[in-house]
């Protein structure tokens, strides 16, 4: 990884408004402040550094701009990513119904002698590949992307898709396919490394997921097979409610050492070199001023730091969806899509992002939208090694996005 040499001082001075040492709510999904973007936009910290991108030969930056907000109005987040060094941009066909997609575009159309500065990467959410990746060319106004991932993929890839990778790439419309996985997130990996073709993978990473032991062995695998790693979802956002005592408790140890609770989860897994970004969702400048001072920021965690993290995520393991769908929805004879409605409900009470939440769990066919309330899910509370009340969150999910 390329080191900045930055120091905290020098940072902190050269940051000015939101420095590492900005409070806010648990509930958001980074730091953020009061202060103006127009002052965000004057000051011109150190690039933000980049790592490998497994073997594929590309460096990236190790945070990542995510796109899931209207960037038709946020151009200024735009540019304040590439003068700081966050030049790895993610976006999908359907964030916000494509302006998302079409505000990169804006601004790429305007400042074309950036393109080759940035790693652009969307997702394919349906339909035939070619007329998606087609669509999504002309909504980026660039003849390629850097990454295509499938969106949400649970695995298994056809021979039919590999052979469209392939083709893909030797048009020079892709230059690594890939996928990106919010549940079963191990098992994927492992697949993915067993294939042997996969570039890159977007995955669900966060302080407690990393803990675990198949998730450990699922990146050491990702990684000998040279896959790219971008982690997403890197706060850990709870199903149930956003903030608790355990989030204060956590928050007040990591003041003490300048920096939130939020910059200490990217920083903790920034602490593992296999991660090549952490991609996070910034629709401001001051959220990503934040972020880009936990990037250049070079304290390292104590090892009493990562015994809190460890204690905050098993206080906080009843409230949190891990993704572990391989066992909760065969449990209930895959009655119900528990992942994807724990994943819309987690947009709705973590982010405060009702538009994602609506539109995520929107997507699910009605008949099983419809039907949550009415099944049974004993067996699949049973089975859930975070002894979450499913039964309840279904319920409570139909009510707020039904």
């Known amino acids: 990884m390329k080191n900045n040499n930055v120091s905290r001082r020098d940072f902190v001075k050269a940051l000015g408004v939101v420095g590492v040492g900005s409070i806010v709510g648990a509930g958001q999904s980074l730091a953020q402040s009061t202060a103006p973007a127009d002052a965000a936009a004057s000051v011109k910290p150190a690039k933000v550094p980049t790592r490998p991108f497994g073997k594929t030969g590309v460096n990236v930056s190790m945070l990542g701009l995510g796109g899931i907000f209207d960037v038709l109005s946020n151009q200024l987040v735009l540019k304040q990513a590439m003068d700081w060094g966050v030049t790895y941009w993610d976006t999908a066909a359907g964030y916000n119904g494509g302006r998302s997609e079409q505000g990169m575009g804006m601004y790429l159309e305007k400042n074309p002698e950036v393109r080759k500065s940035i790693f652009l990467v969307t997702k394919h959410e349906g339909g035939d590949m070619t007329d998606a990746l087609t669509k999504s060319l002309e909504q980026l106004k660039t003849d390629y992307v850097d990454a295509y991932f499938l969106h949400g993929n649970t695995g298994g890839f056809s021979a039919e898709t590999k052979a469209w990778a392939e083709k893909t790439k030797a048009d020079k419309k892709i230059r690594?396919?890939?996928?990106?996985?919010?549940?079963?997130?191990?098992?994927?990996?492992?697949?993915?490394?067993?294939?042997?073709?996969i570039d890159c993978i977007m995955l669900k990473y966060d302080h407690a997921i990393m803990q675990t032991d198949d998730m450990k062995s699922a990146m050491d695998a990702a990684t000998k097979a040279g896959i790219g790693l971008t982690a997403m979802k890197t706060q850990g956002g709870a199903a149930i409610k956003a903030e608790t005592d355990a989030d204060l408790k956590m928050g007040g140890h990591f003041i003490k050492s300048g920096f939130t609770q939020q910059q200490a989860k990217l920083k903790i897994l920034w602490e593992n070199p296999q991660i090549s970004c952490l991609c996070s969702q910034m629709g401001n400048t001051t959220v990503l001023q934040a972020n880009v001072a936990a990037a250049l920021d070079k304290t390292t965690l104590t090892a009493q730091d990562h015994a809190v993290m460890r204690e905050y995520a098993e206080a906080t393991r009843s409230l949190r969806c891990a993704g572990c769908t391989q066992l909760c929805e065969p449990a209930c004879g895959y009655q119900a899509p528990i992942g994807d409605v724990m994943r819309a409900l987690m947009y709705h009470r973590s982010y405060g992002d009702v538009e994602l939440a609506r539109t995520t769990f929107h997507k699910l066919p009605e008949f099983a939208r419809r039907g949550l309330a009415g099944f049974d899910y004993a067996a699949a509370e049973r089975a859930c090694p975070n002894n979450l009340p499913i039964a309840r969150l279904m319920r409570e999910a139909g009510e707020l996005m039904g």
């Open 176 to 197: 690594f396919f890939g996928f990106s996985t919010h549940s079963n997130m191990a098992q994927n990996l492992q697949d993915a490394a067993k294939a042997g073709w």
